[in-house]
C-alpha cells in the first residue's frame, strides 16, 4: 500500500523517488482503465475539482478535464480572460471565493513561476500544478517518465536529451528533476543564448551540437520554441534554428541505432522538429498525450487521499 | 497473535475438487470464465481453472479483476494500491463466475461486480469463494459455490495460507 509524502503536488523537485515510481505504478492501472470499453471509474465521486488556467492551454486543460470526469469527479472550469481577474480581483481572493464553494481539490496554471506555492501556504484544498511560468509542469515531466519506461521498460542508466528553448521552459526544469530522480542521464542541447546560467550545476550535460547530442542519447526530448516568452532575440532566426539544432530525418538516418523522439506539443514542424520525424515510428509523441490522462488520473486519485 | 487452524491441506484440495464439480454440473457443455478477485482470489481462480482444464471437455477460461477504483471506503483511511485487470475475453452476454478466497462483509465483491460491468453486460454473474463468514454480511450478497461457511466474531480474521505444498486455512486472532 503506499502514499504519498506530500499534500499538493507542486513540483517535482522536492518529491521523493518512491512518490514518483508510485505515480507511474499507479498510472499504469489507470491506462489500463482508459482502454476499457467504458473509460470511467467512480473513485473521486465525491471530489470536487476546480480547474483554474490564467494562462492559455489546450491539451493540458482537456487532458486534466478528462482525467477528473474519468475518475467522476464533479468539474468547474475558471479562464481568468472571461473572470473578474480582468476586473482587478487578487489571485488570493478569486481562489478564496472558489473554495468558499467547497471545492476539495484546484488544478492551476498561472505565468507566474511560484503561484501555486504562495496558494499552498494559505488555503487548505490540495494544490495541483498545471504550469507555472518556466518554473515547474510536473505533470509533464511524470508523463514524460511513464512513456519512457513505457517503451524502454526503466529509466535507469537511460541517457536522455531534452533538446531546445530550455531557458524558457518549465517542463526542462521537471524533466531534469524526474529523470535524475529515477537514475537517468541527461544531457541539455541548445544554442548557449537558450540555456540558463548555472544550469550545470544541477548535474546535467551541456551539449552545444545536435549531432553528437542525438548519437549519445537513447531518448530525445524536444521543446518548442517558445517565441511568446521571448523579448529579446535569443538567435538570428527561425530557419538558422532549424538548421543548427532541428531534429530532421537526415539527422536521424546518420545515427546507426533507433532513437526514440519526444516532444511535449503544441510543435513548431519544420522548427525545433521536421513532420517527417514526427510523425515517424521514431516519435512517441501521441503516446505521451495517451499516457498523461492516465498520469493525472494517478496523481488525482493519489492526492484526493490527502484531502480525506 | 495466535491463530487456530480450520482447515488443511487435504481438507483444502478436497474442497478445490468439490467446487470444481459442482461448477461442472451447472455448466454441462458451455463454456466457463472465471474471474478472480485481485490480490487473493487470484490464486483460488487458478486452483479451479487447473482443476477444471484436468476434469471436463468444457473450454475454461481465466483473468482477474481489479476493484480498487471501485471501493467505496476510498478517502476513510484506508489507502489501496491498484493491482492490475487481465480479461482477454469478451464479457458481454457471457455467464461469469466471480471468485475471491474469503467472503466476509461482502463490500469487495459489490465493488469487483462494479469494475466487471465496466467490461459489458454479462448475461449473468455467480460467485464462488472457499470460506464464506456467515452473518456478517454488510450488502445483501451471497455465494452460488461455497468451499465452507464459518461463524466468527469480529476481530478474528480467516486467513488462507496458499502454500502449494501446504495449503491451509486458519482463524488468526
Known amino acids: 500500500m503506499g502514499q504519498l509524502s506530500t499534500k499538493h503536488l507542486i513540483a517535482i523537485e522536492p518529491l521523493q523517488t518512491n512518490d514518483i515510481e508510485l505515480i507511474l505504478d499507479t498510472a499504469v492501472n489507470f491506462k489500463e482503465v482508459i482502454n476499457r470499453p467504458i473509460k470511467k471509474v467512480p473513485t473521486l465521486r465525491d471530489i470536487t475539482i476546480a480547474n483554474l488556467f490564467f494562462e492559455n492551454s489546450t491539451r493540458t486543460k482537456i487532458s486534466f478535464e478528462l482525467a477528473q470526469k474519468r475518475l467522476s469527479a464533479d468539474v468547474v472550469n475558471f479562464a481568468s480572460s472571461s473572470s473578474s481577474v480582468k476586473k482587478g480581483e487578487t489571485l488570493l481572493d478569486t481562489v478564496n471565493n472558489i473554495l468558499a464553494m467547497k471545492v476539495d481539490m484546484l488544478v492551476m496554471r498561472h505565468p507566474s513561476p511560484g503561484a501555486c506555492y504562495f496558494l499552498a501556504d494559505k488555503i487548505d484544498a490540495v494544490i495541483l500544478n498545471a504550469g507555472d511560468g518556466t518554473h515547474e509542469h510536473p505533470t509533464q515531466a511524470l508523463l514524460d517518465a511513464f512513456s519512457i519506461r513505457e517503451k524502454l521498460g526503466t529509466l535507469k542508466g537511460k541517457k536522455i536529451a531534452i533538446i531546445g528553448d530550455v531557458m524558457h521552459s518549465r517542463v526542462a526544469l521537471s524533466n531534469i528533476y524526474c529523470l535524475q530522480k529515477l537514475g537517468a542521464e541527461v544531457t541539455l542541447c541548445s544554442p548557449p543564448t537558450l540555456l540558463p546560467k548555472n544550469i550545470a550545476e544541477l548535474g546535467v550535460n551541456i551539449s552545444y551540437n545536435i549531432d553528437e547530442t542525438l548519437a549519445w542519447c537513447d531518448v530525445a526530448n524536444i521543446l518548442r520554441i517558445q517565441l511568446e516568452r521571448q523579448q529579446t532575440q535569443y538567435f538570428p532566426s527561425l530557419r538558422e534554428y532549424a538548421m543548427y539544432f532541428g531534429v530532421n530525418k537526415t539527422r536521424l538516418d546518420k545515427l546507426k541505432k533507433e532513437i526514440v523522439i519526444m516532444h511535449p506539443g503544441p510543435i513548431n514542424r519544420g522548427v525545433e522538429i521536421t513532420s517527417d520525424v514526427a510523425d515517424s515510428h521514431h516519435s512517441i509523441i501521441l503516446h505521451q498525450v495517451e499516457n498523461g490522462v492516465a498520469v493525472r488520473m494517478a496523481c488525482m486519485y493519489l492526492l484526493a487521499n490527502t484531502t480525506a | ?173
Not at chain 2, 481462480?45 to 480498487?68: A, M, P, R
Not at chain 2, 452460488?144 to 482463524?171: A, L, M, P
Request: proline share 2%; aromatic share 8%; charged share 25%.
Open chain 2, 1 to 173: 497473535m495466535s491463530s487456530q487452524l480450520l482447515l488443511n491441506n487435504t481438507q483444502i484440495h478436497l474442497m478445490l475438487q468439490r467446487l470444481s464439480r459442482e461448477v461442472l454440473e451447472n455448466y454441462l457443455n458451455e463454456e466457463i470464465f472465471l474471474i478472480g478477485i485481485q490480490p487473493r482470489g487470484i490464486l483460488l481462480s487458478e486452483k479451479i481453472y487447473t482443476i477444471l482444464q484436468s476434469i471436463s471437455k468444457n473450454k475454461v477460461y481465466h483473468g482477474s479483476i481489479d476493484d480498487t477504483f471501485h471501493r467505496d471506503d476510498f478517502r476513510r483511511g484506508k489507502i489501496v494500491t491498484a493491482n492490475t485487470t487481465n480479461i482477454s475475453f469478451e464479457i458481454e452476454d457471457k455467464k461469469i463466475i466471480l471468485v475471491d478466497d474469503v467472503l466476509y462483509t461482502g463490500r469487495t465483491v459489490r465493488a469487483a461486480m462494479g469494475a466487471l460491468l465496466m467490461y459489458g453486460r454479462p448475461k449473468k454473474i455467480e460467485l464462488l469463494t472457499l470460506i464464506d463468514r456467515r452473518f456478517k454480511r454488510e450488502l445483501p450478497i451471497q455465494p452460488d459455490y461455497v468451499g465452507q461457511s464459518v461463524d466468527t466474531i469480529e476481530n478474528i480474521q480467516v486467513k488462507v495460507d496458499w502454500n502449494n505444498k501446504n495449503n491451509k486455512v486458519v482463524f488468526v486472532n
